[in-house]
Every structure is written in C-alpha cells, then in structure tokens.
C-alpha cells in the first residue's frame, strides 16, 4: 500500500516536472541568463508554501498519516561542503540542463540521451564515495 | 481543461512541488532526489569499494519507487498531457542560443544538439551529456543534496546549509553559461 503511494506522488510530481518545464534544458539555460521570471517563480513559490507547510506541521505538532511525528533532520553545519559541492552541481546542472529528479522524467518522455547523463551522475556519486575523505567537508 | 494541455505556469507548477513536498512529509519521507543515486551505487556493488556505499538500500527503496514514479509521470505530461512540446522560452535566449549553435531553441523540449538520438554517434555531444551527469553526481553528493534536498527541502525547514548550497548551485550554473558555454559551443 505504502509502495503505491510512493508511486502515486512520483508521478504527481514527474507530471509537474514536466508540464512545468523545469524538465526542459532551455528552461534551466533561460534562468542563468535571467531572462525570464518562470523558474524563480517555481522555486520561489514553492520555498514558500513550503516555510508555510514546515511552520504549520511544526506549530500544530501535525502527525502524519501513519500517526507518527514528523522529524526534520537538520544538516551537519559546514561552508566549504556546500559551497563547493553546490559550484560542482550548478556547473553539471547548466551543462546538462537536468537535475536528478527531472532526469527519471526524461527517460519517461522518451529522450534517451538522458540514460548517458544518468550513468554519468552514478559515476559521478560512486567518485566521490572514493575520494570523500580527501575533500574539505 | 485545456489549460492542462498547455504548459504549466509557475503558480500552479509551485505550489504542486509544495503539494508533492507535503505529502512526502505526511507519509514520514523526505524529498531528495540525488539520494537515489548513492542507493543504485551500493545495488552496482559499490559497498566493496566504500564505505560510504555500504547502506542498506532496502531502506531506500522507496524513494527509488518515488524516481520510478518521476519517469512514469514524465510518459504521461509527454505523450497524454501535452499538444505542443515546444518551450516557449525568451526571445533573447532564442536569439543567443541560435549564435551558439542551438537552432531548435523555442521549438523543441530539449535541444537537439544535445538531446537528438543522432548524438550517439557525436563522441563530442556523448561526453558533454556525460560530463555534466558527472558533476552534477558528484557535487550534490559532495554537498548532501541537489535542488530537491536543498533548495526546496532545505529552505522549507529554514536551514542555512541549503541556503550556502543554492548559492553555490548559481554560482556553478552562471560560471557555466556565461564563462564556459562560450568555450564549448
């Protein structure tokens, strides 16, 4: 049951994808260029509602579906990390024009060339599992 | 209901990820795409080489269920919900693309050049596609999370990580376009 409500919001959200063209190479290109305001307004919508959602869930101690507390997990404080992991996903996110979620979409649309920037985002993870301890964090 | 034919504004495209981000929540889950990616490295057998690969995926399985959906959705805005795949995006991006050598911007979803089945025998384009997978593997690892984990997730829940990490998402993808593009294309 639980399977297919995963199943359920991957495609709502696949669909969305899509449909908002956030899947879209030259959306992503457009945005760089800050030539239009369609992608702020996605990620900016979205942030938004979503401080909405968070401070809600937290005030009223929302339970989820199951009955169970919501847990946010808070991420390990560091700069260097994101800073240069973030440069490092926004140099391949421009070049490739997909980000790992609108990638499984794309396969879904039927653009194969996509399974080439899948596999090598794989390989890209699998690198820096090798050489993680070596890298400022 | 033509309106669901046409490509969706940002303000129903928004508040839908804010929609999919709360019913993640609600089921005890939370969005983050680039996950997936470590968990297809440990069922490649990646545990052998690092620790880092050494989880239990069954506890990721349903976040691949959630990426599995993400393509199927794809199949249906693609071929049920949509008439025109065209992206409508600036004039100006268009004028600059076609100088660059991307004639099928503002007719196409995906850029032809780089997106066409003819790519697979252009080693160029092939490694192009492959290197921009690499970084982008590479650094959402490196920095705990793509856009879904950190820029939507993380800013949700007010978190200054995710805000450094979407600074430096832009700063790669401005360096990309307005630096390295003109190198490569």
Same mark, same amino acid.
Request: hydrophobic share 50%; with cysteine.
């Given at each position: %049951?639980?399977?297919?409500?995963?199943?359920?919001?991957?495609?709502?959200?696949?669909?969305?994808?899509?449909?908002?063209?956030? /899947?879209?190479?030259?959306?992503?290109?457009?945005?760089?260029?800050?030539? /239009? =305001?369609?992608?702020?307004?996605?990620?900016?919508?979205?942030?938004?509602?979503?401080?909405?959602?968070?401070?809600?869930?937290?005030?009223?101690?929302?339970?989820?579906?199951?009955?169970?507390?919501?847990? =946010?997990?808070?991420?390990?404080?560091?700069?260097?990390?994101?800073?240069?992991?973030?440069?490092?996903?926004?140099?391949?996110?421009?070049? /490739?024009? /997909?980000?790992?979620?609108? %990638?499984?979409?794309?396969?879904?649309?039927?653009?194969?060339?996509?399974?080439?920037?899948?596999?090598?985002?794989?390989?890209?993870?699998?690198?820096?599992?090798?050489?993680?301890?070596?890298?400022?964090? | 209901?033509?309106?669901?034919?046409?490509?969706?504004?940002?303000?129903?495209?928004?508040?839908?990820?804010?929609?999919?981000?709360?019913?993640?929540?609600?089921?005890?889950?939370?969005?983050?795409?680039?996950?997936?990616?470590?968990?297809?490295?440990?069922?490649?057998?990646?545990?052998?080489?690092?620790?880092?690969?050494?989880?239990?995926?069954?506890?990721?399985?349903?976040?691949?269920?959630?990426?599995?959906? #993400?393509?199927?959705?794809?199949?249906?805005?693609?071929?049920?919900?949509?008439?025109?795949?065209?992206?409508?995006?600036?004039?100006?991006?268009? #004028?600059?693309?076609?100088?660059?050598?991307?004639?099928?911007?503002?007719?196409?979803?995906?850029?032809?050049?780089?997106?066409?089945?003819?790519?697979?025998?252009?080693?160029?384009?092939?490694?192009?596609?492959?290197?921009?997978?690499?970084?982008?593997?590479?650094?959402?690892?490196?920095?705990?999370?793509?856009?879904?984990?950190?820029?939507?997730?993380?800013?949700?829940?007010?978190?200054?990580?995710?805000?450094?990490?979407?600074?430096?998402?832009?700063?790669?993808?401005?360096?990309?376009?307005?630096?390295?593009?003109?190198?490569?294309?």
């Amino acid at each position: %049951m639980r399977t297919i409500i995963y199943l359920f919001i991957g495609i709502l959200f696949g669909i969305t994808m899509f449909k908002s063209e956030a /899947a879209s190479w030259f959306r992503i290109y457009e945005m760089f260029r800050f030539e /239009a =305001f369609h992608m702020y307004g996605i990620i900016g919508s979205t942030v938004v509602l979503g401080i909405l959602i968070v401070q809600a869930i937290k005030r009223f101690n929302i339970l989820s579906f199951y009955g169970e507390p919501i847990v =946010f997990l808070p991420k390990a404080k560091s700069v260097s990390r994101y800073l240069f992991g973030g440069f490092i996903f926004g140099l391949g996110w421009a070049l /490739a024009g /997909a980000c790992p979620g609108p %990638m499984f979409t794309l396969v879904g649309a039927g653009f194969s060339p996509i399974l080439v920037v899948i596999l090598g985002s794989v390989f890209g993870t699998f690198l820096y599992g090798l050489i993680k301890e070596k890298l400022p964090h | 209901m033509t309106f669901l034919f046409d490509p969706w504004p940002w303000y129903i495209s928004g508040p839908m990820i804010a929609l999919i981000l709360f019913l993640l929540l609600m089921v005890g889950k939370n969005f983050g795409m680039s996950s997936n990616l470590r968990t297809l490295c440990t069922m490649c057998g990646a545990g052998s080489a690092s620790d880092f690969f050494r989880l239990d995926w069954k506890s990721q399985q349903w976040n691949l269920v959630v990426a599995l959906g #993400a393509g199927i959705g794809g199949f249906i805005g693609a071929q049920f919900l949509s008439h025109d795949l065209a992206v409508a995006i600036h004039p100006d991006t268009i #004028a600059n693309l076609n100088t660059l050598g991307f004639k099928s911007a503002g007719t196409s979803y995906l850029p032809t050049a780089l997106y066409d089945t003819s790519i697979f025998t252009d080693i160029r384009g092939v490694l192009i596609l492959a290197i921009g997978g690499l970084l982008v593997g590479f650094g959402a690892r490196y920095a705990g999370g793509c856009t879904s984990g950190h820029a939507i997730s993380g800013l949700s829940t007010l978190q200054w990580p995710s805000l450094i990490a979407v600074i430096g998402f832009f700063a790669g993808g401005l360096t990309m376009v307005h630096f390295i593009f003109p190198l490569i294309f």
